[in-house]
């Protein structure tokens, strides 16, 4: 009330000191940029007047009483970004005015299930939408991004999944989490993003490199998860979510509550819990494969048109048991557990943790300001500092019974900066630097020579890109970008292994101090690193969407390519780095074929990246110890092909009844051997049908069929010497499992519990048949199949 | 002017200031890792009953996980149709002076079990010792040799295996510390 008769105050003391004519109107209406379609409820708001309107139905406004002179318009609409316009009234004038509508509004419109575009207009790129994410709100940030064409996972276990785009993984694709690029080790095959899916709003995977505004070297993609935000005035709402499942015995909660403020403050806390027990195959208990997992956030700020802030602070805690079957010995049990295709350790269900395990922390804090220049564009500026600490428990005995044997943590400060010009309404330009300092510690209270060494590093990014839409139909965007890493170790080698690996020759200035048996050295290597894309959209609305991109990326080795170096115990095996090993280079060209008719669309997207000085890891033969025969996997560099497809298709056979279906496959080769690439996903298809009726509270239903096929190109399988049998042996390492068809059920339903309080009930059962299958991307599949039906019920209520 | 030049300068310092803390532990030297409880060296010796030369087999591999496998000796060819007694010593040689480990088996004898498998011209062995619980630890043997020929003797130590077991690797469990397999000639 007191505002509002400022408010009167003002205008009249406006007109009192004036004392000029006041009466002229402004009218027009509110239209969306792409389709020219009118918005309801945009808010055109008069700045020094404090004048504001929301527009009709049908896109009119009108605003009157207004004086002659220079004004300041701000046009926003919740599904757009808002508009900051100069306005002359020399009399009663019209004005249309248009915004450019956000991707959330679409959603609903959207053509192929639950995708749809968005972030870069000329990759390729698919969103998940916060239905599908709570829909997955138990389940891993992993398993929810398999939903996307080319996206599979490679996992260690349930609970540990590593998302893959187009065939790659790990450092070559980026997470960016509210703009933040997570430094969670990602370099490791064992290592998940340490990311709650709880907190994520929306997520969106652009397959490539392309965004470079996020980095130049996410040569596999970048996936991005935003948080969605009413900025609403004077509001508190918020979720919460609870989970049972059958298969683990246990569940998760999650709630998350925001309160707006006046004048754009806002809060922001979300927090989840999740314990599950021993998971089960379809025969059997997969022992040990429980999992507790938390995680917290808060945040708040200032969000207005002109300027905010926002503040934000996340922490994940997971604790993740590993299947015990899957430590092994030596190279005779690794042989063992291949042939006999049962896990050599089967216990009672438990909702204990035990040894092998992995535990893992991470801090994240952000704070962010912004600022709109009027008739330029929006300048912003961020920190962040990441605190990632990783224990891994191997099965040791005696005293060190409860110290890990891999004890990192990782702190890294980025502090970055772009400015956005988006005044004119055909050019947008950004350009970017960033700064990073990152430091490794590997504490050596395990008692176990470190896998991975104390590091610094050092990152300067700097980037431009701008897009150009040169008719409705039509847009060219393009962009370069440069980045420079230092990496400056100190480790200790075996002196055996620096002479063997030839570092004697090639390397002897880094050793700083030679211990008998172990040299300390110093390697410092700097990596300059060039990306840019460019592409095309065409785009009639409704009809066709086709995109054309080219990238090309480059990717610094991270620690573990140049410098693991020993015995990774819980998976028996020797990693081995290579301080040789410099950045690698990929080129990939995009193309996006999308075209859409009454009832039914289709989406093609064919790719090919061909990557110069390609890192990867590979069995490569065994190394003898007095504890038998461990499998040696090195890192090398080559050059690689991967081509690949990702096909959809929906059809809306009634108003109820739709089917999706989805198929995709990536070929990956080694061109300098000709042979297959390792670790490439198996083809694969997806069919799905639904029924949606809204009259039904709000019925959603569906059955999804997933078929894998076998990959029948994997590099061969190598012959290694068991002391036990004395004698060579083949060791199917890399043979692939069969091919295996699942089914999943879901339903979920709505109850409107008050005017703003929903209930909704979900139940979900995956692996309906309880099918005995193996993955090949499953690192666990030589000890024990994957997993067998889950009954989920989800009670979601929303306030 | 000068005032601003000043507080621009306190600026840099202090930035300065701050960039140093954070990446003061630049120069630290990383603490050295000896890892313990390595075992480098196996050493059997059979003592042929009623006396002669007995016959020493080692694996030896100093660089533990390092590139450089074991070294293996066998000092002689074992007599047909002998029976041996048989004792094992394991020892850490990269610690000066070398660390017994045996010591640490004989005192955890419930938590440990040598396995001994053989081929070829080795007839049996069979324990010759027993830990508190009366299961067997294989400290000491008895090797008994058949025909002249060839033969390979396989050492398994495991830790915490489930005991009593029916002698097998398979039914025992545990965590391997030991597996070599020696290459012999019976005379």
């Known amino acids: ?131 599908v994410i709570e829909r997955y709100s138990s389940a891993t940030l992993g398993d929810a991004l398999k939903e996307i064409g080319g996206v599979t996972g490679l996992s260690t276990g349930a609970n540990i999944v590593k998302p893959t785009i187009h065939g790659l993984n790990g450092s070559r694709v980026l997470m960016l989490n509210d703009g933040v690029r997570m430094q969670d080790m990602e370099w490791g095959e064992e290592h998940a993003p340490n990311i709650d899916i709880n907190a994520a709003g929306s997520i969106s995977v652009i397959k490539g490199a392309s965004a470079l505004q996020y980095g130049g070297d996410a040569i596999g993609g970048v996936i991005v998860l935003d948080q969605t935000f009413r900025t609403a005035q004077d509001t508190l709402y918020g979720k919460t979510i609870v989970n049972g499942m059958t298969n683990g015995r246990g569940g998760n909660i999650s709630t998350e509550l925001t309160k707006v403020f006046d004048e754009g403050w806002f809060l922001k806390g979300q927090a989840s819990y999740k314990r599950l027990g021993d998971r089960e195959a379809p025969d059997y208990v997969l022992s040990n494969t429980g999992i507790e997992e938390t995680g917290l956030s808060i945040r708040f700020g200032k969000k207005n048109f002109s300027w905010g802030w926002d503040a934000w602070y996340s922490y994940y805690d997971a604790d993740i048991a590993i299947l015990r079957a899957s430590h092994i010995g030596n190279i005779d049990d690794l042989i063992r557990s291949i042939n006999s295709g049962q896990p050599q350790v089967i216990e009672p269900f438990t909702y204990d943790i035990s040894n092998p395990r992995q535990e893992v922390t991470h801090h994240l804090g952000k704070l962010n300001i912004y600022k709109r220049f009027e008739g330029t564009g929006k300048w912003n500026l961020r920190y962040d500092f990441q605190n990632n600490r990783r224990f891994e428990y191997d099965l040791r005995l005696g005293e060190v019974r409860d110290i890990p044997a891999i004890d990192l943590e990782l702190q890294t400060h980025t502090i970055n900066t772009d400015f956005l010009w988006d005044a004119n309404s055909t050019i947008q330009v950004r350009t970017g630097l960033l700064g990073r300092y990152q430091n490794n510690f590997a504490n050596p209270d395990t008692g176990v020579r470190r896998l991975i060494p104390d590091y610094d590093k050092y990152d300067l990014g700097i980037f431009a890109i701008g897009e150009y839409r040169f008719s409705e139909q039509w847009l060219l965007e393009a962009g370069a970008r440069y980045d420079l890493t230092r990496i400056d170790a100190l480790k200790y080698y075996r002196t055996s292994r620096w002479v063997e690996r030839g570092y004697d020759q090639d390397f002897s200035e880094f050793v700083v101090e030679d211990f ?98 390609f890192i990867l890891l590979e069995p490569t033969g065994t190394e003898f110890t007095i504890r038998g025969a461990f499998p040696l996997w090195t890192y090398r560099q080559t050059n690689a092909r991967l081509l690949g497809a990702d096909l959809a298709a929906f059809v809306n056979w009634t108003p109820e009844w739709k089917t999706e279906h989805r198929f995709s496959i990536v070929k990956g080769k080694d061109t300098e051997t000709n042979i297959a690439l390792i670790n490439i996903p198996a083809a694969n298809i997806t069919n799905k049908i639904t029924f949606e009726k809204s009259e039904w509270k709000n019925l959603r239903t569906g059955l999804e069929s997933l078929y894998v ?74 000890f024990a199949d994957d997993l067998g039906r889950n009954i989920i019920l989800q009670l979601n209520l929303k306030y | 002017m000068v005032s601003a030049i000043k507080s621009l300068k306190t600026i840099i310092t202090l930035a300065t200031g701050i960039l140093i803390i954070a990446c003061g532990n630049d120069d630290e030297i990383p603490e050295i890792v000896n890892e313990e409880e390595v075992i480098t060296t196996v050493n059997l010796t059979l003592t042929p009953q009623g006396g002669g030369t007995s016959i020493i087999v080692q694996s030896q591999d100093l660089d533990g996980d390092g590139p450089n496998p074991p070294v293996i000796s066998v000092s002689g060819n074992l007599t047909s149709f002998t029976t041996y007694e048989g004792s094992i010593l394991i020892l850490n040689e990269t610690e000066n002076p070398a660390e017994n480990i045996t010591e640490e088996v004989e005192e955890e004898d419930e938590e440990h079990q040598f396995f001994y498998t053989s081929t070829g011209s080795i007839e049996n062995i069979v324990y010759n010792d027993m830990d508190s619980d009366g299961n067997p630890v294989g400290l000491s043997f008895l090797l008994t040799t058949g025909e002249p020929g060839s033969a390979t003797l396989a050492v398994t130590l495991r830790h915490e295996p489930v005991k009593p077991n029916d002698g097998s690797l398979t039914n025992a469990g545990g965590e391997t510390d030991i597996a070599q397999t020696f290459n012999i000639t019976v005379d």
């Open chain 1, 1 to 131: 009330m007191l505002k509002k008769l400022t408010a009167v105050l003002f205008v009249l003391s406006n007109s009192i000191l004036f004392g000029q004519e006041c009466d002229y109107n402004l009218t027009g209406k509110v239209v969306d940029f792409h389709d020219n379609s009118r918005l309801a409820g945009a808010i055109v708001y008069l700045r020094g007047v404090e004048k504001g309107i929301r527009s009709d139905e049908d896109g009119n406004y009108s605003l009157d009483g207004l004086c002659k002179g220079q004004f300041e318009l701000i046009v926003s609409h919740p599904a757009c970004d808002p508009v900051f316009l100069t306005i002359e009234i020399q009399g009663d004038t019209v004005k249309d005015l248009i915004l450019e509508h956000h991707v959330e509004e679409l959603d609903e419109v959207q053509l192929l299930g639950e995708t749809v575009k968005n972030k870069m207009n000329t990759a390729q790129e698919q969103q998940l939408t916060t239905a």
């Open chain 1, 516 to 613: 008998g048996n172990q040299l300390l050295t110093n390697p410092v290597f700097d990596y300059h690193n060039f990306s840019g894309t460019a592409g095309l959209h065409y785009k009639v609305n409704g009809t066709v969407d086709f995109r054309f991109n080219y990238t090309l990326a480059q990717r610094a080795p991270n620690p573990s390519e140049l410098f693991s170096d020993g015995l990774h115990h819980s998976a028996a095996r020797l990693e081995l780095g290579d301080l040789r090993i410099g950045s690698e280079t990929s080129h990939k060209i995009a193309l996006s074929y999308q075209r859409s008719f009454n009832s039914w669309s289709f989406l093609v997207e064919p790719y090919a990246n061909f990557i110069s000085d």
């Open chain 1, 709 to 782: 096929f076998r990959q029948n190109e994997y590099p061969p399988d190598i012959t290694v010497f068991s002391p036990e049998q004395q004698q060579e042996v083949l060791l199917e390492i890399n043979t692939p499992p069969e091919p295996y068809h699942l089914l999943k059920f879901y339903a979920d339903v709505e109850f409107e519990l008050g005017s703003r309080t929903r209930l909704g009930v979900g139940v979900t059962v995956d692996n309906l048949l309880n099918t005995n299958y193996r993955d090949y991307l499953n690192r666990l599949r030589y």
